[in-house]
């Protein structure tokens, strides 16, 4: 099984952007679905998650108030609508699922998830 992004591209700051994320499989499905991202030059960092326990969904400081995560349960589809974007923001953003809810320790760590994305690059201009 795969997981298939969409919606990167160029945008200036300010702009707006949405990704949605669809496993390759209907049948598919997990707990825990996230977003990842990594600028040139950069390690992985954690954007987004959402599972089933209190306090989902979760964010990364830089992106709170202005990412908005959602998952779709009925398309088996998930989404990051990505507001006010920075130039900093630019990265390949990949989508991420694991197959067991994760605790909240490990939620932000990449190495948790087993499945990956192709990656979709977003690119912020100034």
């Known amino acids: 099984v795969q997981l298939q992004a969409f919606g990167g591209g160029l945008v200036q700051t300010g702009g707006s952007l949405r990704l949605s994320c669809t496993p390759s499989?209907?049948?598919?499905?997990?707990?825990?679905m996230g977003w990842f991202r990594q600028a040139p030059g950069k390690e992985r960092e954690f954007v987004a998650a959402t599972q089933f326990t209190p306090g989902s969904p979760y964010y990364a400081e830089s992106v709170k108030g202005r990412f908005t995560l959602s998952r779709d349960n009925a398309k088996n589809t998930l989404y990051l609508q990505m507001n006010s974007l920075k130039p900093e923001d630019t990265a390949v953003y990949y989508c991420?699922?694991?197959?067991?809810?994760?605790?909240?320790?490990?939620?932000?760590?990449?190495?948790?998830?087993?499945?990956w994305g192709q990656g979709t690059l977003v690119t912020v201009s100034s």
């Open positions: 499989s209907v049948s598919f499905s997990t707990p825990t």
């Open positions: 991420a699922s694991a197959r067991h809810t994760l605790i909240l320790s490990t939620l932000y760590n990449s190495g948790a998830y087993e499945y």
